[in-house]
């Protein structure tokens, strides 16, 4: 079983920044794939950015490139999504994520099907 926990989440001005936080425990796979996924109220969950845990290989969904960066502590078993320049757009509940089917060298997945195990989510709201 893993446990995700998301943190970081607030409210901020358009242009500003946040940086969000996954923490991961229990029991986890070296091999797998972290995801960050947004969803706003009344949409459907959207794929913002991945990435491997042992290759560090990310993702990003055209939407966030350039603006958004994660990142990965190996030892601490934390993911972390720095965003910058934010837009309203962005206001959205954010969550963790874990992909423990993931095959290193392989394409990661963008589908929410993938992930198995989710954290409770951090909200992030931008205001105009």
């Known amino acids: 079983q893993v446990q995700l926990v998301e943190s970081g989440g607030g409210l901020v001005q358009a242009g500003g920044s946040l940086r969000l936080s996954c923490a991961a425990s229990g029991r986890t796979f070296s091999g797998a794939a972290m995801g960050w996924f947004r969803q706003a109220p009344g949409k459907d969950t959207e794929f913002v950015s991945a990435?491997?845990?042992?290759?560090?290989?990310?993702e990003y969904a055209d939407s966030v490139k350039g603006r958004f960066t994660i990142s990965r502590d190996n030892a601490k078993k934390t993911v972390y999504l720095q965003m910058n320049s934010l837009k309203p757009k962005d206001t959205a509940v954010y969550y963790c994520?874990?992909?423990?089917?993931?095959?290193?060298?392989?394409?990661?997945?963008?589908?929410?099907?993938?992930?198995?195990?989710w954290g409770q989510g951090t909200q992030v709201t931008v205001s105009s």
């Open positions: 994520a874990a992909d423990l089917s993931y095959r290193p060298g392989t394409d990661m997945g963008r589908a929410v099907y993938r992930f198995d195990y």
């Open positions: 990435i491997s845990w042992s290759g560090g290989v990310t």
